[in-house]
């Protein structure tokens, strides 16, 4: 999934930290999402959500349609404003590649999205029909999943899918180091190849 460039969503700043918009970005989607509530019922119905995620993603209608359902959990139809800015700050945290922070982070909402039948439990299949959003390759959801089922009823509770969000932050933190000590290696390279042909200069 991308963000398209250029749109609304292009401008907005995710801190890397606790993954949350500053007061001027909320501000600024409060204003976005006035905007499209064409109906003025503070809500936004599904036709207008499907322009809008159209518009700023490369979503496609199906992966579009399951998004607004997760975010409609009482099914009446139409998503409120706390659903809507759940729904940017999952779309920049992809875009910025935080997806685990996110979920570390916001792990009871998330928790809450994922388990569509509130049953305070999450099936794989509810997993799975997200993975695009959080960025998870399907055979390595499943290895996960199967980790984390502590009770072996092939369904995680708040409990493990903590766990999980754990895992998930560990993972991303390694990463970025392992990022950080390559950038760091390749500009001590870079260094050393400029002083030795200082030096070859000089003699």
């Known amino acids: 999934m ?19 918009l500053s007061v001027r970005n909320v501000k600024a989607v409060s204003e ?11 809500t936004l119905n599904d036709v207008v959500f499907y322009h809008f995620l159209h518009h700023v993603t490369d979503l496609n209608k199906n992966q579009i349609m399951i ?15 706390d659903e809507f800015y759940m729904l940017i700050c999952v779309l920049l945290s992809h875009e910025n590649h935080l997806e685990e922070r996110f979920i570390y982070r916001h792990s009871r909402p998330v928790f809450e ?10 099936r ?24 984390f089922d502590v009770t072996g009823d092939e369904r995680l509770n708040y409990k493990e899918f903590k766990l999980f969000t754990i895992f998930c932050l560990d993972k991303h933190q390694e990463r ?14 870079t260094l050393f190849a400029r002083w030795r042909e200082e030096h070859r200069t000089k003699k």
């Open 2 to 20: 991308k963000v398209k460039q250029g749109t609304f969503l292009w401008y907005l700043y995710l801190d890397k930290i606790y993954c949350l």
């Open 32 to 42: 976005y999402f006035h905007i499209l509530d064409v109906h003025k019922q503070h």
């Open 67 to 81: 998004v607004f359902d997760m975010l409609d959990w009482d099914a009446t139809g139409e998503i409120g404003f």
């Open 113 to 122: 999205l994922l388990d569509r039948d509130g049953e305070l439990k999450v």
């Open 124 to 147: 794989l299949r509810q997993f799975e029909a997200f993975q695009f959003l959080f960025n998870f390759r399907k055979q390595e959801m499943k290895q996960i999943f199967k980790n």
């Open 176 to 189: 970025e180091k392992l990022e950080r000590n390559k950038h760091l290696l390749m500009k001590q390279k």
